[in-house]
């Protein structure tokens, strides 16, 4: 017994002294209501931030699902909105004659795969293609903006050409006056966007809503884009206005592509009609 190393002497000091305290807690808590109840009281709130931080976990480890079931959910909602509103006017459709127009615009859920912002051509790639319905030229949109159009198609994936991207150029419009231009991207900042061709005498505010136009072919109409931060008068006769948008596109994940019935019909006589002009 005297031959035993310091060190484990320490430990079978220690561990006496941890069986005697726990005795003397088991005797206390059994002979005294009030230590009782302290101590399950301190038991339970231990317990209690151990569930908070297990729900928490949890709701971690699902939040991949949890988005996935809101981003079907939000399609849901676009569906039924597109199904009882009137896409020129905005209001909702109470007569027979308008049942065509209810279907002009549906929506198929995706998800971003891959996705680039610091590029002057940005694009995307989501996980739908033509096995859902998917073509080329339909637009893309997310529930806080314009996305981008898909460009090209295969069978389970489709590429977005990018908002965030030089080569592009959309119609969009002030949501206050409905007057329209052209939405550009400068190639600089991710989040700012050039809205031109706005005549002067149009009355701009900042933070006045920039929306997808109605003679767009590729989105619904009325979808907020962004914000004016400011303004400035080009070749003395429009204004540019720079516009803030509403999407982050650096954590962008679900999009959902929009089908146009009446798009390609439309299309092709525009382009006759160019033909003939020429």
């Known amino acids: 017994m005297f031959n035993i190393s310091p060190l484990l002497r320490k430990l079978l000091v220690l561990l006496l002294f941890l069986v005697l305290q726990a005795g003397a807690i088991v005797m206390i808590v059994n002979n005294s209501y009030f230590q009782q109840n302290a101590i399950l009281n301190f038991i339970r709130a231990r317990q209690i931030r151990w569930w908070e931080k297990q729900s928490s976990w949890v709701a ?81 949109i997310s529930s806080r903006g314009i996305i981008g159009v898909v460009s090209h198609v295969s069978e389970r994936y489709a590429m977005i050409i990018s908002l965030l991207n030089t080569q592009q150029r959309f119609t969009a419009e002030l949501k206050k006056s409905g007057t329209f231009g052209t939405l550009r991207w400068d190639g600089v900042d991710y989040r700012r966007v050039f809205l031109s061709e706005i005549p002067q005498h149009i009355e701009i505010s900042v933070g006045d809503t920039v929306v997808s136009s109605v003679f767009s072919l590729v989105f619904p109409p009325g979808i907020p884009i962004g914000f004016v931060k400011s303004g400035s008068l080009k070749r003395g006769t429009f204004l540019e206005l720079e516009v803030e948008l509403f999407e982050d596109f650096k954590s962008l994940h679900y999009v959902n592509v929009v089908s146009h019935d009446g798009a390609v019909e439309i299309r092709q006589l525009t382009e006759n009609q160019q033909e003939e002009d020429l």
């Open 60 to 140: 971690f480890t699902n939040l991949k699902e949890t988005n996935r079931q809101l981003a079907l959910e939000n399609n849901r909602l676009l569906n039924e909105v597109a199904r009882l509103t009137d896409p020129l006017t905005g209001k909702s459709l109470q007569t027979k004659d308008s049942v065509a127009l209810r279907d002009s615009f549906s929506y198929i859920p995706a998800r971003v795969i891959k996705n680039s912002v610091n590029r002057q051509h940005n694009f995307l790639v989501i996980d739908k293609g033509s096995q859902d319905g998917l073509e080329q030229d339909m637009g893309v």
